[in-house]
């Protein structure tokens, strides 16, 4: 699994720094269409990255079998979805117009960002308690 992530991120890098290549050779509306296909990939490759991460936080949860880390994973598994959620909502891809997209989107990173500090809060009550 470390090895195909790692790939998919040297392989983005990769394609940027050969999109970036072209950027003074290249007439711009080349550029724009090297460019296109590398936005896509590396929207794909986040998307996919979240999603992976989202499901180990959430296995490593189940296995702890309860307690207060269990608990915790939860929470920050639940605020890491809300987060991809946020980010496909506010990407060029989204299905909702421009200003619903936006609205949405920073909803959710808010959502997110709460469930994340509920688990901090609550693995800070277990370690200092």
């Not at 920050?76 to 980010?87: E, K, Q, R, T, Y």
């Amino acid at each position: 699994m470390k090895k195909i992530l790692s790939l998919i991120i040297l392989s983005g890098l990769s394609f940027a720094k050969i999109s970036c290549a072209f950027d003074g050779i290249l007439p711009e509306e080349e550029v724009v269409a090297v460019s296109k296909p590398l936005q896509a990939y590396t929207l794909a490759s986040a998307m996919v990255i979240a999603i992976v991460a989202t499901i180990v936080v959430f296995r490593n949860s189940q296995k702890m079998r309860g307690g207060i880390f269990s608990v915790v994973l939860r929470y920050f598994g639940a605020g890491m979805v809300a987060i991809l959620f946020s980010f496909i909502a506010g990407s060029q891809f989204s299905f909702f117009s421009f200003d619903n997209a936006d609205m949405i989107s920073n909803i959710l990173f808010i959502i997110g960002y709460v469930f994340m500090a509920m688990a901090a809060v609550k693995m800070h009550k277990a370690i200092c308690d």
